[in-house]
């Protein structure tokens, strides 16, 4: 079955940390484009970050430049996105997201990517 499955999320206070996953299967993530994004209440969807396999480099989102840290671990077929110094503003339902590479810098656009994980939540708080 080709899916993208999100973990790692939780709870935490401000200026703690988490890493995201997201696993493959069905499918090589050796060539591919893999965007993080996210959706708070009441918000729009917002591009957090994005990397394209074949060691391009990763974009940021300017609100988590500095850090957030998107990273490949092809034996895994997983993407992983370290986050530090979270805000209670990063709170949000994470998703990653697949689309064919092809040869370019990845896109923080979400119509870009065509396999959509369902999702993990992210709350940081007191």
């Known amino acids: 079955q080709v899916q993208l499955v999100e973990s790692g999320g939780g709870t935490v206070q401000p200026g703690g940390s988490l890493r995201l996953s997201c696993v493959a299967s069905g499918f090589s993530l050796n060539v591919a484009k893999i965007g993080w994004f996210r959706r708070a209440p009441g918000k729009e969807r917002e591009a957090v970050s994005c990397i394209e396999t074949r060691n391009f480099p990763a974009r940021y989102w300017d609100s988590v430049r500095g850090r957030f840290t998107i990273s490949v671990d092809k034996p895994k077929n997983t993407v992983f996105l370290k986050m530090n110094s979270l805000k209670p503003e990063d709170t949000a339902v994470y998703h990653c997201?697949?689309?064919?590479?092809?040869?370019?810098?990845?896109?923080?656009?979400?119509?870009?990517?065509?396999?959509w994980g369902r999702g993990n939540q992210v709350t940081v708080s007191e």
């Open positions: 997201a697949y689309g064919p590479a092809d040869g370019l810098l990845c896109e923080l656009d979400p119509r870009e990517y065509d396999l």
